[in-house]
């Protein structure tokens, strides 16, 4: 069964500073990620996925992810953090096995990023 | 495009009473999910339909539960009778599926947010 895991509830960091978010994934073939963000009182919102191709892959708002596949996992990344991204990120993933229909996305638990000014 | 849209964003009520929510998809898209969101347990895949057939329901927790989608347009999640566990924010979601240049990723509504005395 495909799983994520999200290590961190919470992520502190200063503006101007870089941020990572830290996901793994377990998957039976390939797998199909994505980086979704909760803003409070709203529902979550598509940043970035990794299908295939290139292991960077850049999203809404400055984010960027790294598929690293020996190590399972797909850390959220921004050069350069703003008060602005201070918000709840989950991490999904889809089991890309083919001739099962459509496959459900499962979702971490999610990481609470606090931006301080 | 409007986006999934959700309604009531608030809805609160006492132990006992019926509670119906309700979701309009994007158009075109022919999934349809509905998760619920709570402190404890995160972010849960209650059901999902595709093409307006439930395809899995293993997520919702008791009969008290029913979810229908009467037309590609529509969909309700009824909770019948409410309990003050059942006090969370529901969110619908839909989606085109994999393959046809598509990815999968999920689009979501801005939730119901239930609260039962």
């Known amino acids: 069964a495909q799983s994520v895991a999200q290590p961190e509830d919470q992520v502190n960091v200063a503006e101007g500073n870089p941020l990572t978010v830290k996901c793994t994934y377990s998957?039976?073939?390939?797998?199909?990620l994505f980086w979704y963000v909760q803003y409070p009182n709203r529902g979550l919102q598509f940043l970035l996925k990794y299908i295939t191709g290139d292991n960077l892959v850049k999203g809404s708002y400055g984010f960027e992810a790294e598929f690293n596949k020996s190590q399972t996992s797909f850390h959220l990344k921004k050069p350069s953090a703003l008060v602005s991204d201070s918000a709840l990120y989950f991490c999904a993933v889809r089991d890309d096995e083919e001739n099962t229909g459509f496959q459900k996305l499962v979702f971490g638990t999610g990481t609470r990023l606090l931006v301080s000014p | 495009d409007a986006g999934v849209i959700q309604s009531p964003r608030h809805e609160v009520t006492e132990m006992g009473q019926e509670v119906t929510l309700r979701c309009k998809p994007i158009?075109?898209?022919?999934?349809l999910f509905w998760y619920r969101q709570t402190m404890m347990r995160g972010l849960e895949l209650l059901i999902y339909f595709n093409n307006n057939v439930p395809i899995d329901d293993s997520g919702m927790p008791e009969d008290r539960f029913s979810a229908k989608m009467p037309n590609a347009s529509f969909s309700t999640l009824k909770i019948q009778p409410s309990e003050p566990r059942d006090s969370a924010v529901y969110f619908c979601?839909?989606?085109?599926?994999?393959?046809?240049?598509?990815?999968?990723?999920?689009?979501f509504g801005e939730g119901s947010r239930l609260t039962v005395l």
């Open positions: 979601a839909s989606s085109t599926p994999r393959g046809r240049g598509r990815t999968g990723e999920l689009f």
């Open positions: 998957v039976s073939g390939n797998p199909y």
């Open positions: 158009s075109g898209h022919d999934y």
